[in-house]
């Protein structure tokens, strides 16, 4: 059974930092592209970057942008997201998703989420 279990949220003031992480288990872990997703309450989630099953190609949202850093450990079945000059606006849960296709089968996995709080 395929877990993904994210850890490292909490409240922080603005201009503060977070490092989340995303721990996997019961998945080869480097057959995944990887996801970091925000939701906001009321909204639907957000796409805030990912990154490639080998670690050395990743994407970001524009609001991410600059202050975000996504980044994989496939020898630890570890997935991070360290988080930079917070701002208000980044207050969410944040969801860890791990992305795959198997025979032309899609196979998407998600963790339980992290409440991020950015408030002073």
């Known amino acids: 059974q395929v877990q993904l279990v994210e850890s490292g949220g909490g409240l922080v003031q603005p201009g503060g930092s977070l490092r989340l992480s995303c721990a996997a288990s019961?998945?080869?872990?480097?057959?995944?592209?990887m996801n970091w997703y925000r939701q906001v309450q009321g909204k639907g989630r957000e796409l805030v970057s990912n990154?490639?099953?080998?670690?050395?190609?990743?994407n970001y949202a524009d609001s991410a942008k600059g202050r975000f850093t996504i980044s994989r450990d496939n020898a630890k079945n570890a997935l991070y997201l360290q988080m930079d000059s917070l701002k208000s606006e980044d207050t969410g849960v944040y969801y860890c998703?791990?992305?795959?296709?198997?025979?032309?089968?899609?196979?998407?996995?998600w963790g339980q989420g992290t409440q991020v709080t950015v408030s002073s």
């Open positions: 998703n791990g992305y795959r296709t198997t025979w032309g089968i899609p196979n998407d996995y």
């Open positions: 990154i490639n099953r080998f670690g050395d190609s990743t």
């Open positions: 019961g998945v080869t872990f480097s057959t995944l592209i």
